[in-house]
T-cell receptor, first 114, second 114 residues
Framework: AQKITQTQPGMFVQEKEAVTLDCTYDTSDQSYGLFWYKQPSSGEMIFLIYQGSYDEQNATEGRYSLNFQKARKSANLVISASQLGDSAMYFCAMREGGYNKLIFGAGTRLAVHP | DTGVSQNPRHKITKRGQNVTFRCDPISEHNRLYWYRQTLGQGPEFLTYFQNEAQLEKSRLLSDRFSAERPKGSFSTLEIQRTEQGDSAMYLC????????????FGPGTRLTVT
């Protein structure tokens, strides 16, 4: 069965610093995709970045980049130049099966300090 | 494009009562997903619709739960004879089959069973 592991329940970062949120995954599929979502205290899930298993380059979206290490089965999220508005829960997820349902990790709560 | 909407945003009910939630996906999105998120956890997949057909259901979806998507537009999720363990955030997401794998989430319905 597919599984997502996020080992950091909480992380702190100083404003304007970079932070890395860890995610490891387990799958026997050759074709898969990895996502990061942000969930502010208001509750909505906001898509941040996507990496396909066959993508040779790491995905980037503005201040977000995904450090994809296929052999280690890791897909860490890097946020550069942290902002106070980045304080939220962050979830790593994997799409599973032909219908692309998402399997989520337990999340990491990020607090950005001024 | 108004995004995914969910109603109600909050629902408080007594144990044993029935509740129904509604999800309106982004127009022209033919894929619709329901997830459940309990406190401190990531969302868990409940069920998936492609147009009006319910193609996959999680084992989490007991026989007290039923979901429909008549005419392939909005979807409803009904919980019969609610239990305190049903208290959670119920999230709806939609995506377009022919576009990226990104799922767009609604704001969720928070259910509290007393």
């Amino acid at each position: 069965a597919q599984k997502i592991t996020q080992t950091q329940p909480g992380m702190f970062v100083q404003e304007k610093e970079a932070v890395t949120l860890d995610c490891t995954y387990d799958t026997s599929d050759q074709s898969y995709g990895l996502f990061w979502y942000k969930q502010p205290s208001s509750g909505e899930m906001i898509f941040l970045i996507y990496q396909g298993s066959y993508d040779e380059q790491n995905a980037t979206e503005g201040r977000y980049s995904l450090n994809f290490q296929k052999a280690r089965k890791s897909a860490n999220l890097v946020i550069s130049a942290s902002q106070l508005g980045d304080s939220a829960m962050y979830f790593c997820a994997m799409r599973e099966g032909g219908y692309n349902k998402l399997i989520f990790g337990a999340g990491t709560r990020l607090a950005v300090h001024p | 494009d108004t995004g995914v909407s969910q109603n109600p945003r909050h629902k408080i009910t007594k144990r044993g009562q029935n509740v129904t939630f509604r999800c309106d996906p982004i127009s022209e999105h033919n894929r619709l997903y329901w997830y459940r998120q309990t406190l401190g956890q990531g969302p868990e997949f409940l069920t998936y619709f492609q147009n009006e057909a319910q193609l996959e259901k999680s084992r989490l979806l007991s026989d007290r739960f039923s979901a429909e998507r008549p005419k392939g537009s909005f979807s409803t999720l009904e919980i019969q004879r609610t239990e305190q363990g049903d208290s959670a955030m119920y999230l709806c997401a939609s995506s377009h089959r022919d576009e990226s794998y990104e799922q767009y989430f609604g704001p969720g319905t928070r259910l509290t069973v007393t």
